[in-house]
């Protein structure tokens, strides 16, 4: 006699799926303002004819660095962080612009200097964020005077 083998549910039990679980989440609450921070920059070329540039950023009038530090040194290849500004901020509403400007400095007053380009934060796009969440806008800031660069900037907008 020849009894019918039954195959074991088990041994098919290795390809079971998970269900997906649909988890009910409360509605995000959208931001009423933003915390507008530096993220990031890196230098491709940099402005100074001697190689290297001393940078500063202008936010709301305010210069980073501004306390330990006249200005954060860069040269082409390099890679700047917050912390190298002094943490440049910025807070905006949901109405309001704030435009991050990428100095260029000279001593020995190491004030504002020029203007290499900037780049803003939008009220518009603070609106559409949550309470925590973040969007970084990036920007290429370039141009040829006194001598050719170009400088990516990063930034980040954090809804409150
Ligand atoms: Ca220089
Ligand atoms: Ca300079």
Redesign the pocket.
């Known amino acids: 006699m020849h009894s019918r083998k039954t195959i074991a549910a088990l041994a098919v039990a290795g390809g079971l799926i998970t269900p997906a679980v649909l988890t009910a989440t409360p509605a995000a609450a959208a931001a009423a303002s933003c915390r507008v921070t530096l993220y990031d920059i890196d230098a491709g070329s940099v402005?100074?004819r001697?190689g290297?540039?001393?940078l500063r950023f202008r936010v709301e009038g305010n210069l980073f660095p501004r306390f330990d530090a006249k200005?954060y040194p860069m040269r082409a290849g390099g890679d700047g962080d917050p912390a190298d500004f002094e943490h440049p901020v910025a807070i905006i509403s949901r109405h309001d612009d704030v435009r991050f400007s990428l100095r260029?400095?000279?001593?020995p007053a190491w004030g504002a200097?020029d203007n290499l380009g900037s780049v803003v934060a939008r009220g518009s796009t603070c609106a559409g964020l949550d309470r925590n969440e973040t969007e970084i806008v990036t920007e290429t800031l370039a141009g040829r005077q006194p001598t050719r660069y170009e400088y990516v900037v990063r930034i980040k907008l954090t809804g409150l």
């Open positions: 402005a100074d001697d290297r540039d001393e200005y260029e400095t000279e001593g200097g």
